[in-house]
């Protein structure tokens, strides 16, 4: 299986061999925006669930289970949609299961169940799955192949911005409302009660994201013929893991598992690392608010990284950034008060680049296999389904989550070696000749 990129009549002297369609971009750049934002409020809800189902840190962090383990089982079958709908068919797809998972928010709320609420999490991230599965590589394609560490980045700028936004809105509406009320001491119907009454909250909140989504959806479906794609003869489904027989994409793949479950587990525990009497002792909601400077880091990063990417190898500098994490976290376990809170927030910004710079590194030379690739290193995001329950397990062993923060730590050091490894230019024979074989879609 494999799908071409879109194509266009190439101006005289282009070696783009893309599409470049500014109107496109930015509708690209709005899928960023969406399932950046809609990501990043777990970490608001995390605490909210935790109070209302009187859960440990291991338990509350299965919502990130549940959300992050559709990544590994959508991503190949998204990746085989989009070669049968094509990348603006498939993403109005994606839209429409992101909205069905907001909906089932209503009968999580009326079942007062935190199963329940699991579910509707991976049914919206199954629909975040295959928006990122198109967007990634269709960012990428739209323009020229030397620009893309640079593109993708800027692209990932508006994810940041979604993560940025979304959690300092969610801190004022979903945990804003937290009541007085100590649920460990409720039981019964009172506690039942309780807990309906509270997720009403929650359950408004993603109403409103399901309409938003449901405008979104229309709009990228009246665009859907905007590309002309070419494609190879399909295959098995499982097909694109052919691709981790390279060595530089399978580390690539393994590197995005450590950034997102390095990512995802600082950010799922930034409220209660703040609320630590020894950190700033913050109030559940002021907490949640400063999430947003985590992911404001990224955000001012990535416009940063955009920039530096033409000027700087991407390998070096991903392993510059990877190294000032790991710097930063040792400050923040290591000291208290404003030193401790404003480094570890300070990681957002050292995670800027690397998403997007490990995922272009990885797909470099996969030509007419991008999507197959896209479809391999989403399924690596499942760590993010991994790592941060670890992550909660081991505050949960030591009564501390500074200790725990040893293991974000691993990851920016694996990251780091890779991509010392990936600074050398990709050699010809790690390009994927394009088919010969291709229909118009």
């Known amino acids: 299986m494999a799908i071409g990129a879109p194509v266009a009549p190439p101006a005289a002297g282009d070696a783009s061999h893309g599409y470049d369609a500014p109107d496109l971009k930015w509708f690209v750049f709005a899928l960023f925006f969406i399932f950046g934002g809609i990501t990043s409020l777990n970490d608001v ?11 440990n840190y291991a338990q509350a962090l299965l919502v ?18 989009v070669r049968r709908l094509g990348y603006m068919r498939t993403a109005s797809l994606g839209l ?33 799955t295959i928006v990122q599965v198109v967007a990634n590589p269709l960012i990428s394609l739209l323009g020229h192949p030397r620009t893309a560490h640079s593109r993708l980045t800027f692209a990932q700028a508006f994810n940041s911005l979604g993560t940025t936004i979304f959690p300092y809105v969610g801190s004022i509406v979903i945990l804003g409302s937290l009541a007085t009320v100590d649920a460990s001491t409720l039981t019964g119907p009172a506690l039942a009660a309780y807990r309906a009454e509270e ?92 999430v947003a ?44 008060g404003n030193v401790a809170a404003v480094s570890l927030l300070a990681i957002g910004l050292m995670n800027s680049i690397m998403f997007p710079t490990i995922f272009s590194l990885a797909s470099e030379g996969l030509g007419p296999r991008a999507a ?36 974000p730590a691993i990851c920016y050091g694996l990251i780091l070696a890779y991509g010392l490894y990936a600074r050398r230019p990709l050699v010809a024979d790690d390009v994927l000749a394009t088919p010969t074989s291709t229909s118009a879609h």
Not at 99 to 128: D, E, N, R, Y
């Open 45 to 55: 809800i995390i605490p909210k669930l935790k109070e209302l189902f009187t859960l």
């Open 64 to 81: 990130q289970s549940a959300f992050f383990a559709a990544y590994a089982l959508i991503s190949l079958p998204a990746a085989a949609i």
């Open 96 to 128: 429409v299961t992101m909205m069905a998972g907001c909906l089932l928010f209503v009968p999580a709320s009326q079942s007062a169940t935190f199963g329940v609420f699991l579910l509707a999490l991976f049914v919206l991230a199954a629909g975040i």
């Open 199 to 290: 997720t009403q909250v929650v359950v408004h909140t993603y109403l409103a994201l399901a309409a938003a989504l449901a405008v979104v959806a229309i709009v990228v479906w009246s665009r859907r013929n905007r590309l002309q794609e070419q494609q190879a003869p399909g295959g098995s489904i499982f097909a694109p893991l052919t691709l981790l027989r390279r060595p530089r994409f399978a580390m690539g793949a393994a590197c995005i598992f450590l950034y997102v479950g390095a990512e995802v587990a600082i950010g799922s525990l930034i409220v209660n690392y703040l609320m630590e009497p020894e950190v700033l002792g913050l109030s559940d909601q002021d907490a949640g608010k400063r």
């Open 293 to 336: 400077l985590y992911w404001g880091g990224a955000l001012v990063g990535r416009f940063i990284g955009a920039y530096l990417l033409t000027r700087i190898s991407p390998g070096k500098l991903l392993a510059a950034f990877a190294g000032g994490a790991i710097a930063l976290l040792a400050i923040s376990t290591n000291s208290t």
């Open 372 to 407: 197959e690739g896209s479809g391999v290193i989403a399924t690596a995001i499942v760590g993010g389904a991994i790592i941060p329950p670890l992550t909660g397990q081991l505050a949960d062993s030591s009564g501390s989550l500074q200790f725990a923060m040893i293991l």
